[in-house]
């Protein structure tokens, strides 16, 4: 009799176990995941390495910053408790918060502060012109550091607090070249990155660092406070938009970080879902080549840019209304440094008179100008249709080559001519953070070959841009803010196409979205 | 037999040089440029230039491959130009969510299209064959994704029966990693029954024809046996090739499935890697596709010594 009961419970057991491990319900202890959808695959860790979004992205979770910015651009302090200048801005004093440790569980020390600048002014370009303005940068304790520089430099502030600024490292893995790139993942930030379940094009996996010392004050952007109420946060990667979709109304995601604009009617009419904004605004660009005919003419440059008709290109791209503004200034509108008016005549309305006027100026010979199509890119497909419709009305012969993303930014480096390989022009976009005023909008460069892709050369921003590095002015930096971008406008070098809304899709119950400039994942919470 | 095996498995290796070298030649001539990714939108030509000198794309293409043909041979199959993983730490993270997805659909296609074959053999020319004949047409026509929509408006969406996507691996539970991937293995299976179907009922029906099924019948064997041990016994050698073949495609064929499921396996480390250029990536999976196609070749020859005693290597 015993003998059978214990070999009924033994079954039992047997049943138990095997449906347990069919179900595959394991004794775990309940942890709160916020899954999100990024807006990208994480690929490479190193945002000193790449400026791809979504590495930066990753570095405000592990790393923390210096200053931060808020939703509307101000600077604010993060890791610096105090900080004061001298009265001819030459030398700045800093001073951390105390009791600051990186997830290794050492602290965070001043040498840390300063190898972790130096390596980001290695590559940063307003890096690269903070360190050429350094005389020295040092500690003056474990806690505190001081910068000297040689010649003023107005833009301490807002390098520290920019989309791309110097995340602290430990200085072990800060001394690694920024040329290298690093192998560890360790910061002082409020999320610990999982190195040992990061399955790239899969699920990158943070959790709580429990021990983060956070402001008091309440979260603004980057700024602010950094609570976070969630055990861990997955980024599952899902490349195709329908697929978010479906995932997010049946909640096996909680959050798509940048809702693809086709899928916005349909989650916008699901209860489950929530539609909101966390950074506030995009801008897209066209870029035009100036090294090679016919836009090494800025007349017919300018030209080109008074094509562009804001409204159709972007009810094109981003379909419903909700998503999009017409804006015809390079810094994003309602920030500081935005100007609508001061636009040399550039209204983001078409000017085909006008157009077709300059390019009879100017002794247009009728080559065709290339216009470089990513078919593959979600968010910029359907601009260079409409561009080549326009630009045809303007008086230009269009040749519109499609190519996926990869081989557009491969292309794009090519100087040559456009019908020996080289381009015309191609359109892109950047979020706010990265056109919130000129030193860090890298299109706005006048060097020549040196600059960026498309490649003016135009000394007079170059000038301005050296006036406005040098100053603490606001108003002066207004002014030339404006200046540069009517000397850009009206010089043909590039043209704003307008704003999109990159719009964040959670589920019901996904509460403390922190608006900001950049994408941030702590204070959210979900039911 | 072993003599077989061996010429078999030496035969892979010109097969493999010849693979690589193909493959290394179209990523030199095919446009894009992985440096350019990796710099992003923030970079210039002189940062692009600099990442390809540390990469060492600014090399000829002989020293790259040399320098890569160097490395293979001592099994190295290089490292991720994104990632900074070995190509092999990434092959193998991704093989068990592929050969998951791969033997599920299998198991299904053979359980479905086998049967339905044989029945649409049997019923030759009856209603029967012409509906099963038809389904078939339609499982080639519609395109995976349509498939795979459709699936999961119904069965998660809708009954809420089955998750949308996502691969969770079997030591977390069978039934966990099963219900993953329910809905992609039927998506899969859907053009491999349709084919696996068509052939079978050829195969069989043909055979049906024979005298020795016409015997079979006269000694009063039940009709089932006769199927099964008579008529398809003798149909199997193209039925086990068609199988192969499709093995080999199903592998290569789970990139639009692994896409629309979120499935994290070869298939999408394929495209991610073809999108981004990863030479060493493209190269590692390449190589490896090439020798699982051996194999799979390989192991449906031997097949052939099991279905017919009278084929001898």
Known sequence: MSGSVFQSRKLVGVIAAGLLALSGTAAVAQEKVLRVAPQADLRILDPVWTTAIVTRNHAFMIYDTLFGMDANGKILPQMVDTWKTSPDGMVWDFKLRPGLAFHDKTPVTSADVIASIKRWGSRDTLGQSMMAALTKIEAVDTNSFRMTFKQPFGMVLDAFAKSSPPFIMPERIAKTSGDQQITENIGSGPFIFKQDEYRPGNKIVYLKNKDYVSRSEAPAGTAGGKPVPVDRVEWIVLKDAQTQANALTNGEIDMIERMPPEQYSALKANPGVE?????????????????????????????????????????????NNDLFKTCPSFYPCGTAYASTTRTAGFTGKPQFSAAKRLLQEAGYDNKPVVLLHPTDHPTLNKYPPVMAALLTQAGFKVEVQSMDWQTLVARRAKKDPADKGGWNIF?????????????????????????WFGWPTNPKIETLKGEFLATLDEAKRKELAAQMQEEALSSGMLAPLGEYKPLVAVAKGVTGVVPSPNTVMWNIDKK | ??????????????????VALIVFTMLQLSPGDPAAAIVGDSGNSEDIARVRAQLGLDQPWPVQFANWSGRLLQGDLGTSLFIKKSVAELISQRVGPTLSLAAVTLTLTLLVAIPLGVLAAWRHGGWLD??????????????????????????????????????VEMSKGLWPWLRNLILPAFTLSTVYIALIARVTRASVAEALTEDYIRTARSKGISEARVLARHALRNAAIPIATVVGIGVALLISGVVVTETVFAIPGLGQLTVDAVLSRDFPVIQGITLFFSVIYVMVNLLVDLSYLALDPRIRY
Do not use: C
């Open chain 1, 275 to 319: 539609i909101i904004t966390q950074v506030p605004q995009g801008s897209v660009m066209l870029v035009l080549n100036h090294l090679v005919p016919p836009f090494n003419n800025p007349k017919i440059a300018r030209a080109a840019t008074l094509a562009i008709s804001q409204e159709s290109l972007l009810r094109a791209q981003m379909v």
């Open chain 1, 427 to 451: 359109m892109t976009s950047f979020f706010m953070a990265d056109t919130i005023n000129p030193l860090v909008f890298t299109p706005m460069n006048g060097t020549g070959e040196k600059g």
């Open chain 2, 1 to 18: 037999m072993p003599a077989f095996l061996l010429r078999r498995l030496l035969a892979t290796i010109p097969v493999l040089i010849v």
């Open chain 2, 130 to 167: 012409r509906a099963l004949m038809s389904m078939s047409a339609l499982g080639f026509s519609v395109p995976a994704f349509v498939v795979a929509y459709l699936l999961i408006w119904l069965f998660a969406l809708h009954l809420k029966w089955l998750p949308v996507q996502g691969y």
